[in-house]
């Protein structure tokens, strides 16, 4: 696996995300259950997009669940497993930057349209998640940096503290993998903000642009 694999998957994670969040009144849709806070937040209040941010979690857990099952199918027809996965994820993406182009922006997140985006782009990085659980589980984490932070601080505090031998090196090789994955989210988030901010709802343009040279870094599969 080339690592600009897993570098494209947490970028264009951190992406969606933002871009999502900003033009979807709050939805997170790679982060799903921080939609639980929003949802909160809605209730209390009144703010829009509580229905899309109710759905998003169950969303997220079907299409999880469905492409489980579709994968084991796909051997029999001769077809690559997570190359597949990636591709679905991509014509997701593209459908999703088709709607949000044409029924964007959102002012509330409550309309069919939104509901319909939010969680067109909700199965892309569910798909993202099971394809990076089932066939990239050593990898970091894509969507999710909190675990990959809180690792990066105790082999920073284990390095000042002068661990040495194989868990020096251990955590070394640890902490540049783990470092590069919150580096490519945090850049994705950034790019995400920004350009939502110069196009708008265009700016979904990007991630099926991102997660397009995905499909060809896949150097080897393994199906489990």
């Known amino acids: 696996m080339k690592p600009s694999l897993p570098f494209l998957l947490s970028f264009n994670a951190g992406y969606v995300d933002t871009a999502g969040f900003l033009a979807l009144q709050g939805l997170f849709t790679a982060h799903v259950t921080g939609n639980f806070v929003t949802f909160g937040a809605s209730m209390v209040l009144g703010t829009s997009g509580a229905a899309a941010k109710l759905l998003a979690l169950p969303v997220f857990c079907a299409v999880i669940f469905a492409t489980r099952i579709f994968s084991f199918a796909l051997p029999r027809a001769g077809l690559p497993i997570l190359r597949t996965m990636l591709a679905l ?118 991630p099926p642009l991102v997660a397009l040279p995905a499909l060809f870094f896949i150097r080897s599969e393994t199906v489990p």
């Open 89 to 206: 994820k991509f014509a997701l993406l593209v459908l999703g930057a088709a709607l949000a182009i044409r029924f964007g922006p959102f002012p509330r997140g409550d309309g069919w349209a939104a509901i319909l985006t939010g969680m067109v782009l909700v199965s892309a990085m569910a798909i993202q998640n099971a394809a990076h659980r089932i066939h990239m589980g050593t990898l970091p984490p894509s969507t999710l940096m909190t675990g990959s932070t809180t690792q990066i601080t105790i082999d920073l505090a284990d390095l000042a503290r002068g661990v040495a031998g194989e868990a020096r090196a251990s955590a070394q090789a640890r902490l540049g993998r783990l470092s590069l994955s919150v580096l490519a989210f945090a850049l994705g988030c950034a790019s995400g903000a920004l350009l939502y901010a110069g196009l708008k709802t265009w700016c979904f343009v990007m």
